[in-house]
């Protein structure tokens, strides 16, 4: 109840500081106000266009982050157990994580299909995070609780369930939990710069170029309101997974 009631006081005192900033610019077209924003995107709800263009951009957002998620976990399972790979790979991490989202967005542009561009930048946002800290997950394993898994006689399979996997589970968890929220704004800004159709960028887009602000702020609050939902549901179904083969 204390947290629930934290949540309300904070959400209040932002939509009351909002609703001050509306009043002393007064003018709409710079910052419209809360309830114009939330009676639109109510209105958005009820359009058959707002939920094709949710889902369109989900679809794209959860197919980098799945790919992303697999090929970290594959690729930190490999350099964790090869220190000359780590070192090799070591140069290709830095420069993902330093490179400007935007850089990777134009890239992609040359060298895909517009479709999948959302999806290769979600995919590129999510895998520095899960590659290192779940190869720091495995390198962090006690060793002498694998040598004492071995001399009980437990097989591979049980000590990967029972001792690697607890181990890793905290530094996977914390590092998918980022890369949600980093997948889903590369998705969205890579829907921007490409115009994908149906989708939330190109709403969202549109919305600037006809100076509709009241309709951009509410895909903008769509789109923390998603973010939020997206993140709360894979570290939900991610938890349970966990709990189902512990």
Avoid at 62 to 80: N, Q
């Amino acid at each position: 109840m204390k947290k629930i009631f934290s949540g309300i006081v904070s959400a209040a005192f932002w939509l009351l500081l909002w609703e001050i900033i509306h009043l002393i610019v007064d003018q709409s077209i710079l910052v419209p106000s809360p309830l114009s924003v939330f009676e639109r995107l109510l209105e958005f709800c009820l359009e058959k266009e707002f939920w094709l263009a949710v889902g369109s951009s989900l679809f794209r957002v959860i197919s980098g982050l799945f790919i992303g998620t697999i090929l970290g976990a594959v690729l930190a399972a490999i350099t964790a157990e090869n220190s000359f790979l780590r070192t090799l790979f070591a140069p290709a991490l830095h420069i993902i994580k330093s490179t400007p989202v935007a850089s990777f967005i134009i890239l992609a542009i040359l060298w895909l299909s517009i479709e999948k561009v959302p999806v290769f930048t979600s995919l590129l946002m999510v895998l520095p995070s899960i590659w290192a800290n779940t190869e720091k997950g495995i390198l962090s394993v006690d060793r002498d609780l694998l040598q004492m898994g071995k001399a009980f006689g437990l097989s591979k399979k049980e000590i990967f369930l029972r001792i690697t996997i607890p181990a890793v589970k905290p530094f996977f968890t914390a590092a998918l939990k980022s890369a949600v929220g980093m997948a889903w704004k590369a998705g969205i800004a890579a829907e921007v710069i490409c115009q994908n159709g149906i989708s939330i960028g190109s709403a969202l887009h549109d919305s600037k170029i006809y100076f509709e602000t009241v309709d951009t702020f509410a895909w903008t609050a769509a789109i923390v309101i998603l973010s939020v939902l997206l993140e709360k549901f894979i570290l939900t179904v991610t938890v349970k997974g966990e709990k189902r083969h512990a």
